[in-house]
């Protein structure tokens, strides 16, 4: 079947992380339409088992695929796509993008060796992660440290709270407190709620340390496999949410700046 101009990418999270993706894409392609989907009846998923991740990523995109008719999928969070972008591949017709934690970038940035590594729970006991590091960064040290509470933070912040100065405080203190931490130069931010809070972090962790997500990367591909293919709204770009909640309201501003206008629950 021929792309229409209106068929959506539909870029989807846990919650706001993958707005910072969305932001990348917006750049390099501000014409494609965009269905955002935040499966925040789900959220957080980084304190869940692999098995009820991989149900959950798979159940919901083959719905939301099969009623949105996406172009494209992009898995804008690190802690699904590690864990069950082979499986929603294999069930799914539609071209996936996953998100990849940065760590082959990063190698090629240190120049003390030592990379901080942060991403949910489940994301930084990932395989996925361990065969990157061998892969890429075999001859450096990969310093992990999960940050569930700077998810929370950014989720509060995008609706408006202040609170994520602590929370990175508590990340760069736990990574600079491991063998060899107070040489990290560069650090890996593997969870897409990470990139929203980049003041925060750049503060925490002071001069000298750099940052590198999967965000730009993510939006080449997009745009990569989209090349060529026509593009026009024919309804203003939405936003979904799995379950309906009173601090969605709060979070309107944020989404209208990401040019999510509408917000629907699924
Ligand atoms: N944004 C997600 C990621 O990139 C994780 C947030 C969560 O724990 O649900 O890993």
Redesign the pocket.
């Known amino acids: 079947m021929p792309i229409t101009p209106d068929q959506p990418i539909l870029m989807f ?3 706001v ?2 707005l910072s993706v969305l932001r990348a894409l917006r750049r390099v392609l501000p014409q494609a339409p965009v269905i955002y989907v935040a ?1 925040n009846a ?7 088992t692999e098995a009820e991740i991989a149900a959950r990523v798979s159940g919901l995109l083959g719905r939301m695929t099969e009623r949105l008719r996406p172009r494209l999928v992009c898995i ?7 864990i069950a972008l082979a499986a929603v591949r294999d069930v799914l017709e539609v071209p996936i993008v996953g ?1 990849v934690p940065a760590i082959k970038p990063a190698a090629g940035m240190t120049r003390t060796g030592v990379i901080g590594l942060l ?5 930084i006991r990932q395989g996925y992660v361990d065969r990157l590091q061998a892969e890429f960064a075999h001859d450096k040290t990969l310093l992990r440290h999960a940050a ?1 509470d700077l ?1 929370t933070a950014a989720e509060a912040m995008m609706r408006g709270g202040d609170d994520a100065g602590g929370a990175a405080q508590r990340a760069a203190a736990a990574l600079r407190a491991m063998p060899g931490g107070d040489t990290i130069d560069t650090v890996v931010l ?5 990139p929203l809070m980049i003041d925060d972090l750049a503060a925490a962790f002071g001069p000298g340390v750099r940052f590198i997500d999967g965000a730009d990367g993510i939006a080449r591909r997009i745009a990569h496999l989209t090349d060529g293919q026509p593009f026009a709204r024919s309804v203003p770009d939405q936003a979904l949410f799995t379950r309906d909640d009173p601090g969605l309201i709060a979070l309107a501003p944020a989404l209208a700046r990401a040019g999510l206008d509408h917000t629907v629950i699924f």
Not at 119 to 123: F, L, N, Q, R, V
Request: hydrophobic share 20%; with cysteine.
């Open positions: 999270d846990s919650g992380g993958g499966d789900g959220l957080p998923y980084g304190g869940k804008a969070c690190n802690t699904a796509s590690t998100t991403g949910t729970e489940a994301t569930p998810v593997a969870c897409t709620h990470f």
